[in-house]
């Protein structure tokens, strides 16, 4: 196995932990928050899904996913570069989705996520695609980072969905 096929593994199970977590939901479901400083379930894929779109696009030299009109069905009254990173209890709040315009959007962003990590060879892993941090991010640790980021948020998800199903 080589390690566009690891990195292609690790992110089909952040989509399958998507779909699973999104499966059923109601609208109440997504919008869900422990207290009112929390994140929703709706908030955790929005967010996880334009990270993984954000930085995959930067380090690949492709277009967001997100710019392609998904911001536009989305509405959101956030800028378009808005990955959710540091956002207000307020900001959270704002983000409102139906389960099947989230299974979308991650979809399309998986696979041109999967699409640009088969190209890879393993010398394209250790080119440099961040000088801004010391030491300089190679494309392995940024897909590594986002596959990290992105399992921590879908369980995060699937935690709150636990809560929900618990108190029926």
Request: overall charge negative; hydrophobic content about 45%; some cysteine.
């Amino acid at each position: 196995m080589s390690s566009a096929d690891l990195l292609a593994d690790g992110f089909g199970r952040i989509r399958e932990i998507v779909h699973a977590v999104l499966d059923g939901l109601t609208e109440d479901d997504l919008l869900y928050r422990v207290d009112p400083a929390a994140n929703s379930i709706c908030w955790q894929v929005w967010h996880l899904t334009r990270v993984q779109d954000d930085h995959v696009a930067a380090a690949s030299g492709l277009t967001q996913v997100w710019l392609s009109g998904w911001d536009k069905q989305f509405g959101l009254p956030l800028d378009s570069w808005d990955t959710g990173y540091g956002h207000s209890a307020a900001q959270v709040t704002a983000v409102r989705a139906p389960a099947d315009l989230l299974v979308g959007y991650h979809d399309a962003t998986y696979e041109q996520t999967i699409a640009f990590v088969r190209t890879l060879s393993e010398s394209d892993l250790s080119q440099v695609v961040d000088r801004s941090w010391t030491p300089p991010v190679t494309m392995a640790v940024r897909l590594v980072s986002v596959l990290a980021d992105d399992l921590q948020h879908a369980g995060q998800a699937e935690f709150i969905r636990g809560l929900i199903e618990r108190a029926r």
